[in-house]
């Protein structure tokens, strides 16, 4: 997990900040306060492995400048230094890179500007695997990294597009696995006479085209993490065979003889009410029993308002990787994406993104250039009746 240390001389930023970066489980070393020595940091930092500093550009020029404040950053064997100034006269947020991104300077209009502290912090920690700033999201997270660290089933639940992928991911990269495969196959992109194979494995010749052996991707999750995307679309044929792996711990390969044992942590997800694919005979019960060991459950974007500012930069940087930094986004163009309600969670959110980088003038994406698809609010509407049962049962849990 990331360490940042945070120096507080007269910058009442640096509290907004430590706030954001202690709910997200970032460990905040609170260094120098109202102090410029640079010996401080040396006693203050024993034990820590931080990465990161952020100052104002007060304490800069305190300590003697940037290039003392570069030479406690070798010492202290850090990998970023973030100077950030409170200037009034800033037009929002400007954000410059120095010694090829080493170093970054922030200016900022309005440190209690939440948008901007969203920012900010995605500067500090830019390789956060998970955007949130919801309490319940937050809870979630704590959740998770709990049940990442035993070895337990887990099924994550959850319309489509709200992150259980991205939540199956944050449950690897913080088990004792993270530095093994993580493997994820999509269970209703493959087709049903290929699927057993790309499960299993296959040897040479096990049927027509079968030119090579293949170990599939159990064995390829071997020590590591195994997700099973979408597994209520696995045909009942397939279950079966499943739930004997997940019981024994053995693959048997396609035109194989011989069992062959896995140690695979294995994660399961689905956007459908289980108990009613299960009532429909369209589920084993045993299956879903066998998978669903620790439940977990991910919201519709419209019930968590708190999350579209942290994703939304973060959507705005994956897709902006040419640009020197994130664009930043009008006060009344929050206000369309706050006020959306988003029936097609975040990969609506990410389509909107996408279209603003492309309408916007500069580096400020403003409300000309949200567009926002209508179409998907009467998709919704004309749902079938499985899928309304799905978001019947959504509701009751959220």
């Known amino acids: 997990m990331s360490q940042v240390i945070v120096v507080n001389n007269s910058l009442s930023l640096a509290n907004n900040l430590c706030d954001i970066l202690e709910k997200r489980d970032i460990t905040v070393i609170k260094a120098g306060v109202g102090s410029s020595k640079p010996d401080f940091f040396g006693i203050d930092l024993v034990g820590y492995q931080a990465d990161t500093v952020v100052c104002s550009d007060i304490?800069?020029?305190?300590?003697?400048?940037?290039?003392?404040?570069?030479s406690f950053a070798r010492e202290a064997k850090l990998t970023k230094i973030i100077i950030i100034s409170d200037d009034s006269n800033c037009n929002g947020i400007e954000i410059r890179d120095e010694l090829g991104g080493a170093l970054k300077r922030i200016n900022v209009s309005d440190y209690t500007d939440k948008y901007f502290l969203e920012l900010i912090f995605h500067t500090c920690c830019p390789n956060i695997s998970f955007s949130a700033g919801d309490a319940k999201t937050y809870e979630l997270l704590s959740l998770a990294r709990r049940v990442a660290g035993t070895d337990v089933t887990v099924f994550i639940n959850g319309p489509t597009g709200s992150g259980k992928e991205v939540l199956a991911n944050y449950l690897h990269e913080n088990s004792n696995r993270k530095d093994e495969p993580f493997v994820a196959v999509n269970c209703a992109a493959i087709p049903e006479n290929m699927l057993e194979a790309i499960l299993f494995g296959h040897e040479k010749g096990a049927f027509t085209g079968a030119s090579n052996a293949n170990k599939g991707i159990f064995r390829a999750a071997d020590k590591g993490t195994l997700l099973l995307d979408e597994i209520s679309e696995m045909p009942l044929s397939l279950q079966a065979k499943l739930l004997r792996v997940l019981q024994e711990r053995k693959v048997t390969p396609v035109g194989g003889q011989r069992d062959i044992d896995v140690d695979v942590r294995v994660l399961a997800t689905s956007n459908r009410d289980m108990a009613y694919e299960v009532n429909q005979s369209r589920f084993r019960e045993d299956l879903y029993y066998r998978l669903n060991v620790?439940?977990?459950?991910?919201?519709?974007?419209?019930?968590?308002?708190?999350?579209?500012?942290?994703?939304?930069i973060k959507i705005l940087d994956k897709h902006n990787q040419e640009e020197k930094s994130v664009p930043y986004l009008s006060s009344k163009a929050i206000e369309l994406l706050l006020n959306h309600n988003w029936p097609?969670?975040?990969?609506?959110?990410e389509n909107t993104l996408q279209r603003a980088l492309v309408l916007s003038n500069g580096n400020v994406i403003d409300e000309n250039s949200i567009m926002i698809d209508k179409s998907l609010s009467k998709?919704?509407?004309?749902?079938?009746?499985?899928?309304?049962?799905?978001?019947?049962a959504f509701a009751k849990v959220t």
């Open 59 to 70: 304490f800069e020029k305190e300590i003697g400048g940037s290039k003392k404040l570069i």
């Open 294 to 312: 620790f439940p977990l459950q991910t919201r519709n974007l419209s019930s968590r308002k708190d999350d579209i500012l942290p994703i939304a």
């Open 344 to 349: 097609g969670n975040v990969r609506e959110l």
């Open 379 to 392: 998709i919704n509407e004309n749902s079938s009746i499985d899928t309304f049962a799905d978001q019947l």
